[in-house]
């Protein structure tokens, strides 16, 4: 049994928290939405994952690099840490998007300003 992979995800949530929390992209934002959207995003993909199982596409792998603990058959636990990872990671990705958007979206005004003295 190992904690490898489970070590690394945990280690990746931990980065988009701390990205979340630096850029307030997710759940620094509006928890309460936020927390509303990863839950529904996790349960979305568990649905789908059990479904792969009871169709007999999905099944757990053997790996040195995992605990070997599943949370239902064939649904390792550290498959809900991916899905965690997986859902917030577009989150931070969308949130982070949309203010670029936005920010690109101000400065054309600017530019039109500038660049209309250029062209006389």
Same mark, same amino acid.
């Given at each position: ?6 070590i ?9 928290v701390?990205?979340?929390r !630096?850029?307030?992209?997710? =759940?620094w934002?509006?928890?309460? @939405?936020?927390?509303?959207?990863? +839950?529904?995003?996790?349960? %979305?993909?568990?649905?789908w ?10 099944? !757990?792998?053997?790996?040195? =690099?995992?605990?070997?603990?599943? @949370?239902?058959?064939?649904?390792? +636990?550290?498959?809900?840490? %991916? ?12 949130a ?25």
């Open positions: 049994m190992s904690f490898s992979y489970l690394a995800l945990l280690v990746a949530l931990a980065g988009m701390m990205l979340d !630096r850029f307030r992209l997710f =759940f934002r509006d928890p309460r @939405v936020a927390a509303i959207v990863l +839950v529904a995003g996790i349960a %979305f993909f568990l649905a994952d059990v479904s792969g199982i009871g169709l007999g596409i999905f099944f !757990r792998g053997e790996t040195a =690099f995992t605990t070997g603990w599943e @949370v239902g058959r064939e649904l390792p +636990v550290e498959e809900v840490f %991916f899905l965690a990872l997986l859902c917030y990671l577009t989150m931070n990705l969308y982070a998007c949309s203010v670029f958007v936005r920010s690109r979206q101000a400065r054309p005004a600017e530019s039109v300003r500038s660049g209309e003295a250029g062209d006389r």
